[in-house]
């Protein structure tokens, strides 16, 4: 092994999600000590352009500062490099033709941690933003598997998802969580037996309204931990010394 | 300005605590969006020399692995530095002398805030490892101010405090808690109005146990992320365009 493991965390998206990242990472890291935990440089600067407008054709596109965190991360000498929000993976080739160290794509930890789940679910619900819903990687995914997505209206994504997000990133946590329960209670009236929360406001904001049905919800930030937490405990027994 | 504000964390001692630091950095920092949040560059690396154990004389210092980290966050671009770690603020004057941007002490930071409170207190407890407490940075800071600290004996430390420290450090926050009640009684009983809850392990852990006095503590943890807080606020009028 040449680089040592580091984990780089390209946030900011927002900045509470990528906090709420890092209590999962370490949360799902079985450590005796501290040196046991995984080591990570995080770039979590939120100054970036929206990647709600920017899809919608609203606003810049953020892709020039999060080619900014991609090279600072590189230069801090990250090995592997995660981005804790699952919209900003529509840049994800670009940002990899470009990283040294390999990114590890959020919707495939997902998907193989929705396959691993016993029973396998039949029909999935999906709770996104519009931007990653069009890009259909999370159905893409899931179809593979011969598994239905279930996903938001234009309707309901105006009235719950987009309001619910922008009340969490002004840390109006209960508003947001509110919203996001309407949108859940949609997708499982339409035959959703479990949920994907496939934007990272979206689980801080349930688990704050302390949602019931949190146990039939899969979290793409947590499997995106799970995954890292993962290649770190191989790694750790050579790189401990 | 010729440096954008981007606060650098020197983190990693713990993990944890570094985490609870940024999540503080977050609450303490009104914001209205994403964008208005503070922009940090994190170096969570706990693969570091045990402190407690360098100033005792029985291991090896970490000032190689501190060195590294504050020339990553240098390169990386941070404009400010602060370490969320009282006892290693023992290699503070080492490590500013090698950093570009300038380096926030926590004590400074803390002390500040003990004579803003109002009334301030005539005695107060200081809660720290046996390396801060011979330091006497904390003491020699109330006593610049006419307050007397209250400090904890080797017995104490041996008993409540180390243990407490190091349950932290391996997730058991509710043992650790307890230990750490047990040491604030004993201040209390000697007379300490107030609490200094130097060594970040201790707020983490009392919060978990709920511990009925934490309204009497100082959380140098807090005071430094109000001060970093503080900065940016004075900044971001400017930065953001």
């Known amino acids: 092994m040449t680089q040592p493991f580091l984990l780089g965390v390209l946030g900011g998206m927002g900045p509470l999600a990528t906090v709420d990242f890092l209590s999962t990472l370490l949360a799902v890291t079985p450590a005796a000590s501290d040196q046991q935990q995984i080591p990570t440089v ?5 100054q970036i352009a929206d990647r709600q407008k920017a899809l919608a054709g609203t606003g810049p596109s953020p892709l020039p500062q999060l080619l900014t965190g991609i090279a600072r991360l590189n230069q801090a ?3 592997h490099i995660v981005i804790p929000c699952n919209t900003a993976h529509h840049w994800f080739s670009a940002l990899s033709d470009v990283s040294r160290a390999p990114l590890i794509h959020i919707v ?3 998907i193989s941690a929705v396959v691993e789940a016993s029973p396998t679910p039949q029909r999935i619900g999906i709770i996104a933003t519009k931007g990653t819903l069009d890009a259909g990687w999370f159905q893409h995914g899931l179809q593979q598997h011969g598994i239905t997505p279930v996903v938001p209206d234009e309707v309901e ?3 719950w998802f987009v309001p619910g997000c922008y009340a969490v990133k002004r840390g109006a946590l209960a508003e947001g969580g509110a919203a996001f329960v309407h949108q859940a209670k949609a997708l499982f009236e ?4 479990k949920l994907i929360l496939a934007c990272t406001e979206v689980p801080v904001a349930l688990r704050a309204v ?3 049905f949190l146990p039939l919800t899969f979290d793409p930030a947590q499997a995106l931990a799970e995954r890292c937490s993962k290649i770190w405990q191989d790694h750790r027994t050579s790189y401990l010394t």
């Open 157 to 159: 994504l105006e009235t």
């Open 108 to 110: 495939e930890a997902t």
């Open 190 to 193: 339409r035959g959703a037996e």
């Open 210 to 212: 302390n949602a019931p």
């Open 42 to 46: 995080v770039w979590n600067v939120p």
């Open 77 to 79: 000498g990250a090995s």
